[in-house]
């Protein structure tokens, strides 16, 4: 992966994976707060760069044997605390909590500065093509699990 890539995918932080976006007005509603659904774009550019980061294409794990192993989004938890608006610069925050089986806990943050304003919890299961419940392969559970979950 170039330098620019990787500064187009994030970084890690001792606080898990930290990417960095700006709100556009096409992410906004009629009062110029963000739209609630748009934080769901926010969080997946979080989750897919972290495994971008982590050195896990998509792409690639899908065609990477018979089977193919794909993330998807199980259940998701998120609390909205308070509302990002127009031209604010947000980091969105990735860590894993959990990861083996076929399924892994990753926590999210959206954050201003300092302001927390989205926590989420996302269950990720591990399915393979065929969408069938797939196990996560020992070396990617590790991958997942050498970045930390910042505190609750």
Do not use: W
Request: proline share 3%; net charge neutral.
């Amino acid at each position: 992966m170039t330098d620019e890539n990787f500064l187009l995918s994030g970084q890690f932080s001792d606080a898990g994976h930290r990417l960095v976006q700006r709100v556009y007005y096409e992410d906004t509603d009629f009062s110029g707060l963000v739209y609630h659904a748009r934080y769901l774009h926010f969080l997946e550019r979080g989750r897919t760069d972290y495994l971008r980061c982590l050195g896990c294409q998509q792409s690639d794990l899908l065609a990477a044997d018979e089977e193919g192993l794909v993330f998807v989004v199980h259940r998701m938890e998120i609390d909205f605390k308070v509302p990002a608006r127009m031209d604010d610069v947000l980091t969105i925050l990735t860590a894993t909590e959990k990861a083996g089986g076929a399924k892994m806990l990753i926590n999210q943050e959206i954050r201003r500065g300092e302001t927390l304003l989205i926590a989420a919890k996302v269950v990720i299961a591990v399915i393979n093509r065929q969408g069938r419940p797939r196990r996560l392969p020992e070396a990617i559970a590790q991958k997942f699990l050498g970045v930390q979950a910042p505190p609750r």
